[in-house]
């Protein structure tokens, strides 16, 4: 199982406006290169994301994208769901073959979609940014 590249680019872009402060924009290219997203794919994304209402932005200068709230009360669902349309999919039950065990495959798969995309609704972009602080921040001791 994987998120789409898309899913991907746009929640590391929502994650970086997290860092900064809550009036202070981002242009596309600093963002595309702070988070190593292609430019122009990085454009499309963040024009979706703020049809969503997910981001906002400004133009001219001191102009780029924010966030369109607080990072709190942004999932890594609303993310995901604003490119993607859909959170993940394990297993379509549409065409699936009858033999003994395909209930408890189907069970399984649904399931486990179940708890990917519970999870993708309880995390915010707020809590991945509390979770990568130490991976930035260096600690002085005298």
């Known amino acids: 199982m994987q998120i789409s590249r898309k899913a991907d680019y746009a929640l590391r872009a929502v994650t970086i406006l997290a ?10 290219q600093e963002l595309a290169s702070a988070g ?10 963040l024009l979706v994301l703020k049809r969503a209402g997910v981001l906002k932005s400004k133009r001219g200068v001191g102009g780029g994208y924010r966030l369109g709230r607080e990072s709190r009360l942004i999932s890594a669902a609303d993310v995901i769901e604003a490119v993607d349309g859909e959170l993940i999919v394990l297993h ?28 993708l609704r309880d995390i915010t972009i707020e ?5 990568g602080e130490g991976d930035s921040m260096v600690g002085y001791g005298i």
């Open 92 to 119: 379509d039950e549409g065409d699936y073959p009858v033999f003994a065990g395909a209930a408890g495959i189907e069970n399984f798969l649904r399931e486990a979609e179940e708890a990917v995309n519970n999870k």
């Open 19 to 28: 860092t900064l402060g809550p009036e202070k924009s981002m242009q596309a």
């Open 127 to 131: 809590d991945f940014v509390q979770h």
């Open 36 to 45: 190593k997203i292609p430019t122009k794919f990085l454009e499309q994304i």
